[in-house]
Nanobody
Framework: QVQLVESGGGLVQAGGSLRLSCATS????????TGWFRQAPGKEREFVAA????????AYADSGEGRFTVSRDNAENTVYLQMNNLQPEDTAVYYC????????????????WGPGTQVTVSS
């Protein structure tokens, strides 16, 4: 019912920045919250940030607070994740996901997922 595609990943050096995009299509009107999650090899998928389409309220994991900013473009049905001062521990596949309810940090409460985009931060 909802399709999401991430873009903007790549290789950066520590201290660099990336801006990820999540394009949403399909039945976008059912989406209440779009979240960003990441998963490194051998690690569980973890919450990064989320934004609500109504009101624009945001939430961030402690790991990204002060460095990451999530925003949305209503006209384009696109959510962005601006990542500054990236560190090697930020290396992971980043996924955007859509939920029909208010922002939650647990991935099991998100209904639709994009295929992910790789972010690699070198020392």
């Amino acid at each position: 019912q909802v399709q999401l595609v991430e873009s903007g990943g790549g290789l950066v050096q520590a201290g660099g920045s990336l801006r990820l995009s999540c394009a949403t299509s399909g039945r976008t009107f059912i989406v209440s919250t779009t979240g960003w999650f990441r998963q490194a090899p051998g690690k569980e998928r973890e919450f990064v940030a989320a934004i609500r389409w109504t009101g624009g309220g945001t939430a961030y994991a402690d790991s990204g607070e002060g460095r990451f900013t999530v925003s949305r473009d209503n006209a384009e049905n696109t959510v962005y994740l601006q990542m500054n001062n990236l560190q090697p521990e930020d290396t992971a596949v980043y996924y955007c996901a859509a939920s029909r309810i208010a922002a939650l940090t647990q991935p099991q409460y998100y209904d639709y997922w994009g295929p992910g985009t790789q972010v690699t931060v070198s020392s």
